[in-house]
């Protein structure tokens, strides 16, 4: 079992700052890519940015220049700076970890899931 536990969301005002952590626990043998969607009502959940094993990144254009990922392997911890938030910036963000874990199979790929954590940016 592989468990990703998130924190940091809350209720900001627009130009704030929030910094969200995802951390990652189990019989992890290895987590290759990382990242985070978000969904906001009535939206679809889309991907804000991901980051690879090596530190490759990519970002959504909406939040290119404002939100920085960074991961910490040997915390197993993927992170996202978010400044200059807007009121859009509004949703339920969702951190991803594209594990290899340990089983009595030997190793299984598996996308794991965090369970959401709530950013409120005010106008």
């Known amino acids: 079992q592989v468990q990703l536990v998130e924190s940091g969301g809350g209720l900001v005002q627009a130009g704030g700052s929030l910094r969200l952590s995802c951390a990652a626990s189990?019989?992890?043998?290895?987590?290759?890519?990382m990242g985070w969607y978000r969904q906001a009502p009535g939206n679809q959940r889309e991907l804000v940015t991901a980051?690879?094993?090596?530190?490759?990144?990519n970002y959504a254009d909406s939040v290119k220049g404002r939100f920085t990922i960074s991961r910490d392997n040997a915390k197993n911890t993927v992170y996202l700076q978010m400044i200059s938030l807007k009121p859009e910036d509004t949703a339920l963000y969702y951190c991803?970890?594209?594990?290899?874990?340990?089983?009595?199979?030997?190793?299984?790929?598996?996308?794991?899931w965090g369970q959401g954590t709530l950013v409120t940016v005010s106008s």
């Open positions: 991803y970890a594209d594990a290899v874990v340990t089983n009595r199979m030997g190793l299984s790929y598996l996308k794991v």
């Open positions: 980051i690879t094993r090596g530190g490759s990144t």
């Open positions: 189990g019989s992890i043998f290895s987590i290759n890519g």
